[in-house]
């Protein structure tokens, strides 16, 4: 029997609508937390991103933009300096660190600057891949959410219309009290499958434009700190 009402008409759903706006109801949940993760975790970035970026311009002192840049473990540019640093002046070599300090020569028999810069351009697009991958984490989620929940709810909506035309055959009549029930319960599921999607789908994209101007951020950062590094520095790690 059809009640009026929100949760009458709830109660009055079908084993399959059931079905459907549980699953529904689970895509929302997991979808939302991680849209509020997300926006914590963008917040976050962004805010320490700008932190270090102005210690960067305001310090000439390497060893401590370091230090400030161990402090800031979501900001991709502190990570990106500190993996350069490491290559060209890590901490265990003291005579590496003096003389990247005093802006000389890290290793002399080094004939060819452009195999160090190619080396650390490569070691930015590492770096940098790595943080874009990093950011980009439960975002196939949402994209799957935004992609599927609106076929989940129209299989409930198709599953919902099979039923009521079989209880319209039960009953022998076609009258709108013997039709709306059943199609309106139908219509729930389309209804919760495109209110599940649009915020993912939304959510989505949002994320999407903030790792563009993220990496966009991390890239100009890069350029300006390979072009104060010394024209040539030593390749650690690196063997000719």
Sequence with gaps: MFQAGPMGLVGSLGAVSIVVLLILLLFSVISWAIILYKWRTFRSSDQEDQRFLSAFSRTQDKDELRRHARRMTTSPSAVLFLGIMERIA??????????????????????????????????????????????????????????????????????????????????????????????????????????????AVIAYNYFLTRIRRSAFRVEAFSIEFLNSLPSRVKQVGVRG
């Design 90 to 199: 890590p901490e265990g070599d003291g005579l590496a660190r003096d003389q990247f300090a005093n802006g000389t020569t890290l290793d002399q028999s080094v004939e060819s600057p452009g195999a160090d810069r190619h080396y650390l351009e490569r070691v930015v697009a590492l770096t940098l891949q790595g943080q874009i991958s990093k950011q980009e984490a439960y975002l196939p989620f949402l994209a799957t959410t935004g992609n599927t929940t609106p076929f989940i709810g129209l299989l409930g909506t198709v599953m919902g219309i099979i039923n009521a035309f079989q209880e319209i055959g039960k009953q022998g009549t076609a009258n709108i009290a013997a039709v709306a029930p059943g199609v309106a319960e139908a219509l729930i599921a389309t209804a919760a499958g495109l209110f599940t999607a649009i915020p």
